[in-house]
């Protein structure tokens, strides 16, 4: 029984420490270099419209219409979807948003074959305008 204390203490300890882990582990950074990335496409009025289709067709299912999280999908995903609507958004690089969707991150699919540079920084900037 004297023992019990100590291993019970050890035990909180790393449980703690694990925890810990975990929600570190959820912050999704883009690496330096990329997160850097300036984007090349101006946020004209063509380049956002090009975007939201975008965003209609492969983001609204999972991310929302507005960007909330809270697609039709979201549900399914076991994890909650960014919130491009968040105002904390704005904290992204450019660079650090067109590598998300480049590169993707289970349950969200990478685009980098699947979309061109071009329509990949559209959506980036289309993507800027959800968050208010």
């Not at 994890?79 to 904290?91: G, L, N, T, V, Y």
């Amino acid at each position: 029984m004297a023992g019990t204390a100590p291993r019970l203490a050890a035990f909180a300890l790393l449980l703690g420490a694990a925890t810990a882990a975990d929600s570190t582990s959820e912050k999704w950074t883009a690496p330096a270099a990329e997160a850097g990335k300036k984007n090349p496409i101006a946020a004209s009025q063509s380049s956002i419209a090009a975007g939201q289709k975008l965003y209609t067709k492969r983001c609204a299912s999972c991310h929302g219409t507005s960007g909330n999280g809270d697609g039709p999908n979201a549900v399914d995903l076991g994890i909650h979807p960014a919130k491009h609507s968040d105002p904390r958004m704005r904290e992204e690089s450019d660079g650090a948003l067109f590598w998300k969707i480049t590169t993707g991150k289970k349950p969200m699919p990478n685009y980098g074959r699947r979309l061109s540079e071009t329509d990949r920084w559209n959506l980036v900037n289309y993507i800027r305008t959800l968050a208010k």
